[in-house]
Nanobody, 124 residues
Framework: QVQLVESGGGLVQAGDSLRLSCAASGRTFGTINMGWFRQAPGKEREFVAYITDSGGSTYYKESVKRRFTIARDNAKNTVYLQMNSLKPEDTAVYHC?????????????????WGQGTQVTVSS
């Protein structure tokens, strides 16, 4: 079992920055690949970013690639999503997810554990 708790969401203006955090417990964090997904009202959950267990590799949704950065601190059992130059279209509930097995990192169905999510709202 892995428990995930997100924090750091909020209401910001376009162009602002936010850093989301996801605290993990229940399993050796340094062995878990982690992802961030988001879900806007009326839309499907979509991939945002992914980081391998060691932090050595990262992947991003194309539209966030030069604005968002995923990082992790295995000593603190935490994964982060630094979001810069936020846009109204980034408004969504952001979820972190733990991936224990191999599979398409872009597909939500391949992740094993999910946090409850944190709301990010970007006003224009």
């Amino acid at each position: 079992q892995v428990q995930l708790v997100e924090s750091g969401g909020g209401l910001v203006q376009a162009g602002d920055s936010l850093r989301l955090s996801c605290a993990a417990s229940g399993r050796t964090f340094g062995t878990i690949n982690m992802g961030w997904f988001r879900q806007a009202p009326g839309k499907e959950r979509e991939f945002v970013a992914y980081i391998t267990d060691s932090g050595g590799s990262t992947y991003y949704k194309e539209s966030v690639k030069r604005r968002f950065t995923i990082a992790r601190d295995n000593a603190k059992n935490t994964v982060y999503l630094q979001m810069n130059s936020l846009k109204p279209e980034d408004t969504a509930v952001y979820h972190c997810a733990a991936k224990l097995l191999y599979g398409d990192v872009y597909e939500a169905g391949t992740y094993d554990y999910w946090g409850q999510g944190t709301q990010v709202t970007v006003s224009s």
